[in-house]
């Protein structure tokens, strides 16, 4: 209640999704506790020659309809476990294997791969995205219906698949950084990405507001967008932007899909 009066763009609620958890496992669907440190002194990546763009693409744009195909597939839930660089990653896989078959491969990679055998991650205590794509790069990763997930990073390294093609172990290439390198990203570059190559994989910082999240512009407890925003502010979370709306008043705004099933949000 005390959210909803602080602000009018989105609904805060209970979420089913952190029903009966302790403030550690709520933690962890987060990545963990924030730390301390913040890098506040570094310059924020400027525009770039991409920012003449917004004139030339959609004022919305969202990979879950294109032409009334569904190039995200089904919702995930990483359950009680900080392997949200997991699904971030493997959700942009997944999405970029259906764009450039315009969905005629449907594949769904597995997250209890990268947790339990990827030597680049943390297993349940968090990862990178961007290291994800290197161990698919490196290493090449299997299937879902090879490796179910459980939650835990305790589970041995054992693929299994149910046919004699055996592990089957697929590659990525050019794991990238938008804009070169960290740090080199911004809004317009994000965008063009989005629209020409498919949904990209972000770190957000998620308050306690953030997992009351119900529906709405997320705008964080204030209630407004944060227009000094510090790129280099640490995150504790990934999550895929699928596209992006412009709201009736002009304000652009992302296209989120996390990773905490559909006891959180607006449930697709």
């Given at each position: 209640?005390?959210?909803?009066?602080?602000?009018?763009?989105?609904?805060?609620?209970?979420?089913?999704?952190?029903?009966?958890?302790?403030?550690?496992?709520?933690?962890?669907?987060?990545?963990?506790?924030?730390?301390?440190?913040?890098?506040?002194?570094?310059p924020?990546?400027?525009?770039?020659?991409?920012?003449?763009?917004?004139?030339?693409?959609?004022?919305?744009?969202?990979?879950?309809?294109?032409s009334?195909?569904?190039?995200?597939?089904?919702?995930?839930?990483?359950?009680?476990?900080?392997?949200?660089?997991?699904?971030?990653?493997?959700?942009?896989?997944?999405?970029?294997?259906?764009?450039?078959?315009?969905?005629?491969?449907?594949?769904?990679?597995?997250?209890?791969?990268?947790?339990?055998?990827?030597?680049?991650?943390?297993?349940?205590?968090?990862?990178?995205?961007?290291?994800?794509?290197?161990?698919?790069?490196?290493?090449?990763?299997?299937?879902?219906?090879?490796?179910?997930?459980?939650?835990?990073?305790?589970?041995?390294?054992?693929?299994?698949?149910?046919?004699?093609?055996?592990?089957?172990?697929?590659?990525?290439?050019?794991?990238?950084?938008?804009?070169?390198?960290f740090?080199?990203?911004?809004?317009?570059?994000?965008?063009?990405?989005?629209?020409?190559?498919?949904?990209?994989?972000?770190g957000?910082?998620?308050t306690?507001?953030?997992?009351?999240?119900?529906?709405?512009?997320?705008?964080?407890?204030?209630?407004?967008?944060?227009?000094?925003?510090?790129?280099?502010?640490?995150?504790?979370?990934?999550?895929?932007?699928?596209?992006?709306?412009?709201?009736?008043?002009?304000?652009?705004?992302?296209?989120?899909?996390?990773?905490w099933?559909?006891?959180?949000?607006?449930?697709?």
């Open positions: 209640a005390k959210l909803n009066n602080m602000q009018s763009s989105w609904a805060a609620g209970p979420s089913l999704a952190f029903e009966g958890l302790s403030t550690h496992e709520a933690q962890a669907m987060a990545g963990g506790t924030p730390h301390p440190h913040r890098l506040q002194d570094l924020r990546a400027g525009a770039t020659e991409d920012k003449s763009f917004r004139a030339d693409y959609p004022a919305n744009f969202d990979w879950r309809n294109v009334g195909q569904d190039y995200i597939g089904i919702m995930r839930d990483q359950l009680v476990c900080g392997s949200c660089y997991s699904f971030a990653a493997t959700g942009v896989m997944e999405s970029r294997t259906r764009v450039v078959t315009d969905c005629e491969e449907i594949r769904y990679f597995s997250n209890q791969d990268v947790v339990s055998c990827s030597p680049y991650s943390q297993g349940c205590s968090g990862g990178f995205p961007y290291l994800v794509a290197k161990y698919a790069n490196d290493h090449g990763i299997v299937e879902l219906r090879c490796f179910a997930y459980q939650w835990d990073d305790g589970v041995p390294c054992e693929w299994k698949c149910d046919d004699a093609t055996g592990d089957l172990h697929h590659y990525f290439t050019e794991p990238e950084y938008i804009g070169g390198y740090g080199a990203c911004n809004e317009e570059a994000m965008m063009k990405a989005i629209y020409t190559e498919g949904p990209v994989a972000v957000v910082m998620v306690e507001s953030f997992t009351a999240y119900r529906g709405g512009v997320y705008t964080g407890d204030e209630g407004v967008a944060h227009e000094s925003v510090n790129d280099f502010v640490p995150t504790n979370h990934a999550v895929v932007l699928v596209g992006w709306t412009t709201e009736p008043d002009g304000t652009p705004t992302w296209l989120l899909r996390n990773s099933g559909r006891h959180w949000g607006e449930d697709n």
